[in-house]
C-alpha cells in the first residue's frame, strides 16, 4: 500500500518533490494571504466593542493556532523518525523547528499588543498564557539541542527525545481555558455549529488560516530542502546539483 511512498525515503527523490511543489505552495499562498489580508482590512465590519483594534486577529489566531500544529507535525516527524530510523524524518522536524517558534513569537507579541486595549493588561500569568509561552521555550530548546551537536544522529535524537516529551504541552494550551479559570476567551472558530464570529468576520479569518498554513508549508519546504542539502552535502548527487547551479 505504502510502496509509493518507499522511493521517497532516499533524500535525492524527496529533494527533487519538494523542489517539484515549492512553486505551488508559494504562490497558492501568496494569493490566498492577499485575499484574506485585502478581505479582512478593508472590508470586514468593525467590531462594535473592540472597534477596528480586533483586526490583529487576522495575524494573531492563525498564528497561534498554527504553531500548535506545526509542533504536532513536528513531534510526528520526530517519533516517525526515531521509530523508522528515517533520517529526512529528521531533517524535517529540523526544518519545521524555527518556523513554529517564529509563530509562537508572533502570536504571543501580537497578542500582547490585542490584550492591551481589550483586557487592560499586556499580559497574565494565567493557565492558556503561561502554557504558551513554555511552548516557545520548547521550540528555543529543541532548536538549541539541534545545533549543540556536530553528530547530527545524535542531535536529533537529544532534540527528539525534548520534542516528544513537550507535545504533553499542546492540549494543555489547548484545553487550558475549559479546565482553569483564565482571562484568555475561549474557542471562536472551532465551533462549527456557531461560531461566536459573524460570517462576515470569520470568513476572512478562515481564508487568512489558510493562507497562513500554505505559506508555512512553503517555507518548511525551503528549509527541507536546505537541510537535506547540509546533510548530504559530501554526496554524488549534492555535487553535481552544485556544479549544475553553478553553470
Not at 83 to 107: E, F, R, Y
Request: one cysteine or more.
Amino acid at each position: 500500500m505504502w510502496k509509493w511512498l518507499h522511493p521517497y525515503a532516499k533524500p535525492e527523490r524527496s529533494y527533487q518533490l519538494a523542489s517539484t511543489l515549492l512553486p505551488w505552495f508559494t504562490i497558492s499562498s501568496i494569493i490566498v494571504l492577499i485575499i484574506g489580508v485585502v478581505w479582512a482590512l478593508a472590508f470586514a465590519p468593525v467590531d462594535i466593542y473592540q472597534k477596528d483594534y480586533y483586526r490583529i486577529i487576522y495575524i494573531h489566531v492563525p498564528a497561534a493556532t498554527l504553531s500548535m500544529s506545526v509542533y504536532m507535525a513536528m513531534a510526528s516527524a520526530t517519533f516517525i523518525g526515531m521509530v523508522w530510523q528515517l533520517k529526512l524524518s529528521d531533517a524535517a522536524a529540523a526544518a519545521m523547528a524555527p518556523i513554529g517558534a517564529t509563530l509562537t513569537t508572533i502570536a504571543l507579541v501580537t497578542g500582547a499588543i490585542w490584550g492591551a486595549p481589550s483586557w487592560g493588561t499586556s499580559w497574565v500569568w494565567d493557565a492558556r498564557l503561561t502554557s504558551y509561552l513554555i511552548l516557545l521555550f520548547i521550540y528555543l530548546g529543541i532548536i538549541a539541542l539541534q545545533n549543540a551537536f556536530e553528530d547530527k544522529v545524535l542531535a536529533s535524537r537529544a532534540a527528539g527525545i525534548l520534542t516528544i516529551v513537550g507535545a504533553v504541552n499542546i492540549p494543555i494550551i489547548k484545553y487550558s481555558v475549559e479546565w482553569w479559570n483564565t482571562l484568555h476567551q475561549g474557542a471562536t472558530i472551532s465551533k462549527f455549529e456557531q461560531p461566536s464570529m459573524g460570517d462576515d468576520m470569520l470568513y476572512p479569518l478562515l481564508i487568512n488560516l489558510f493562507g497562513f498554513a500554505l505559506m508555512i508549508a512553503a517555507l518548511s519546504i525551503v528549509r527541507f530542502r536546505n537541510e537535506v542539502l547540509a546533510r548530504d552535502s559530501m554526496r554524488p548527487w549534492v555535487k553535481e546539483l552544485v556544479a549544475k547551479e553553478c553553470k
